[in-house]
């Protein structure tokens, strides 16, 4: 079984601080990589995807990946309370399909 | 209605019930996608149909059973569920066209099933 990991969290960071959330895979094959916010008793969003090594950047969130390393990840900056919320790290590749990590408690602290 | 959509949002039903999910997709997608979620447990992949063709099931107990009628309908059917299998349910939907972006998944807001 491919495995997709992440710290649980909770991450605390000050309001307008960059949050920095990491998440690492088993799977060398693994092709796309998406990250999706869900805030409590709600269903995820998706928020950010990346296919190649590097960083895409998309308003106040960048996602990086390295394959060689097997690691994504994804910065916050400009923290805002409203960023609240545990965020998922979801991988895709042929054969495997989905499969997402169990998600790090992010709290912005006002 | 855009989006995903699922019904009923809130679901109790007693273990020698049957009982059916519902989720519709207005996207255009050819992919649909259930979904289990338990407290402190990751997302947990349980069916694909992509084009209406069930292309995966991860080990689903017989007691779900999904149906695909077509692209935008799915429908997951409960019967002599445990109290284990209370959880939220989630349906996805994707493009699914080939290009790696296409693998994109879009949620519904979920079914929150109790079985008591």
């Known amino acids: 079984q491919k495995e997709v990991e992440q710290n649980s969290g909770p991450l605390s960071v000050p309001e307008g601080a960059i949050a920095s959330l990491n998440c690492t895979y088993s799977?060398?094959?693994?092709?796309?990589f998406f990250w999706y916010r869900q805030y409590s008793g709600k269903s995820p969003e998706l928020i950010m995807s990346?296919?190649?090594?590097g960083d895409k950047e998309d308003g106040r969130f960048t996602a990086q990946l390295n394959k060689a390393s097997q690691y994504v990840s994804l910065l916050i900056r400009d923290s805002q309370p409203s960023d609240s919320a545990t965020y998922l790290c979801?991988?895709?590749?042929?054969?495997?399909?989905?499969?997402f990590g169990p998600g790090t408690r992010l709290s912005v602290l006002p | 209605e855009t989006g995903v959509t699922q019904t009923p949002r809130h679901l109790v039903m007693g273990m020698t019930n049957k009982k059916s999910l519902k989720c519709e997709q207005h996207?255009?997608?050819?992919?649909m996608y259930w979904y289990k979620q338990s407290a402190k447990k990751p997302l947990e992949l349980m069916f694909v149909?992509?084009?209406?063709?069930?292309?995966e099931n991860n080990s689903v107990p017989s007691r779900f059973s999904p149906e695909c009628p077509n692209s935008s309908h799915l429908f997951l059917h409960l019967h002599t569920l445990q109290p284990e299998d209370s959880a939220l349910y989630l349906c996805?939907?994707?493009?699914?066209?080939?290009?790696?972006?296409?693998?994109?998944?879009?949620f519904g807001p979920g079914t929150r099933l109790t079985v008591t």
């Open positions: 996805a939907s994707s493009q699914d066209s080939g290009r790696l972006s296409s693998y994109e998944q879009y």
């Open positions: 799977d060398r094959g693994s092709q796309s």
């Open positions: 990346i296919y190649s090594n």
């Open positions: 979801a991988v895709w590749s042929y054969g495997q399909n989905f499969v």
């Open positions: 996207l255009g997608h050819n992919a």
């Open positions: 149909y992509n084009f209406k063709e069930q292309t």
